[in-house]
């Protein structure tokens, strides 16, 4: 058969997804953590890939799943949390807007496996899948070998056990609660995410009624977290919005780097940290350095982070800001404190070694 006959579309996807392999799980795997820093790999979205000298792997988030891939009808189900926030009925535009950079299936090794909330950019069946077929184990404070603990708020653990996640994997966490991992701890904090609140548990016609119900559940279904390290302190805010209370957190704990879900929301909408947001909240938590996130993935929150650097010059000097933002790629490593100084990353380059052979040109000056 000739190559032509031989495709199909199977084979296409085969051989295209997921767009980056296994070159950022290899990379994570042979990364060899120097004692007193933290490496950092941004998974897209809010997913980030934690790696420490002392061999802890975790990571908050992870996901591996898209948006919209058809118009369908064109309508959004009548109660989806945007749909209950505006009052809504048109299908929401949100197609993913960044590649696979890892790939769930081929983890070789993962200590624990954490969610902020239960949004489905936010957790994976697929991973998680994975992680209990593979029979990883990590261990306990004390040193006994135990499978991999599945970390989140109660909405988050009730999500994985519908996805078959034996219950005793699961740890359910609320705000002020710590749990060790190896040369980790995490501490589970308040969330802000006011679209969680909107978030009913049916989407359909029979949706739960919000009208005059005062919410007390934030605790339930998000978590901000802490993940103190031996490279520094990294706050991850999951998908809260911003709030007063990131002054309290910056007083209660010493935080090094902090992640914000940062986007420009449309009209109607109120659902990512704006440029202003994640400079207020960066000065409140008191961190070194503040990064956005969340604003790659979906193009109807696209939002261009240099916004927050431009914003950030125009207001350091006269509120005598304490920190800096770095901007990041998807995919992309940060490593703290050996990257503090950096302000934008860019991907590695290549082409280290030219010149270390003989170029094969007909002549130098065409060089
Ligand atoms: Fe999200």
Redesign the pocket.
């Known amino acids: 058969m000739s190559k032509v006959d031989e495709i199909t579309r199977d084979s296409w996807i085969m051989s295209t997804f997921p767009e980056w392999g296994t070159w950022l799980n290899e990379e994570i795997e042979n990364e060899e953590v120097k004692p007193g820093t933290v490496a950092m790999w941004w998974l897209g979205?809010?997913g980030i890939w934690f790696k420490t000298p002392g061999g802890a792997n975790i990571t908050i988030d992870l996901w591996a799943g898209n948006g919209k891939r058809t118009h369908g009808d064109g309508k959004m189900k009548v109660g989806h949390q945007m749909a209950n926030m505006c009052g809504c009925r048109n299908m929401q535009p949100n197609l993913r807007a960044v590649p696979f950079v890892i790939d769930p299936f081929a983890i070789k090794q993962v200590d624990a496996v954490l969610a902020t909330h239960y949004?489905q950019?936010?957790m994976s069946a697929e991973y998680a899948s994975h992680v209990l077929k593979s029979g990883m184990t990590t261990v306990d404070e004390n040193g006994n070998e135990i499978p991999v603990p599945f970390i989140g708020p109660k909405k988050s653990v009730e999500l994985w056990q519908k996805w078959g996640v034996p219950a005793d994997r699961c740890i359910t966490v609320k705000p002020g609660d710590t749990i060790k991992i190896k040369d980790i701890e995490i501490v589970a904090l308040d969330s802000f995410d006011r679209t969680c609140i909107t978030t009913t548990d049916s989407q359909g016609a029979d949706r739960e009624d919000l009208h005059g119900k005062c919410p007390t559940d934030m605790d339930d279904k998000a978590v901000n977290y802490l993940v103190k390290t031996p490279g520094g302190n990294i706050y991850h805010s999951g998908?809260s919005h911003y709030s007063i209370y990131y002054a309290k957190h910056g007083k209660d704990y010493d935080i090094d780097v902090a992640f914000g879900?940062y986007g420009e929301n449309p009209v109607g909408m109120q659902d990512k940290m704006t440029s202003v947001d994640i400079l207020r909240m960066a000065e409140a938590l008191r961190t070194d350095v503040v990064i956005p996130i969340?604003y790659d993935v979906w193009t109807n929150f696209k939002a261009d982070p240099k916004e927050i650097e431009l914003l950030y010059n125009y207001k350091k000097d006269v509120l005598d800001y304490k920190f800096h933002p770095f901007i990041w790629d998807v995919g992309g490593k940060y490593v703290y404190p050996t990257d503090k100084a950096k302000r934008q990353y860019h991907y590695r380059r290549g082409f280290e070694d030219c010149f270390e052979e003989e170029p094969n040109v007909p002549y130098r000056s065409v060089l």
């Open positions: 979205c809010t949004h950019d936010h998908d879900s969340h």
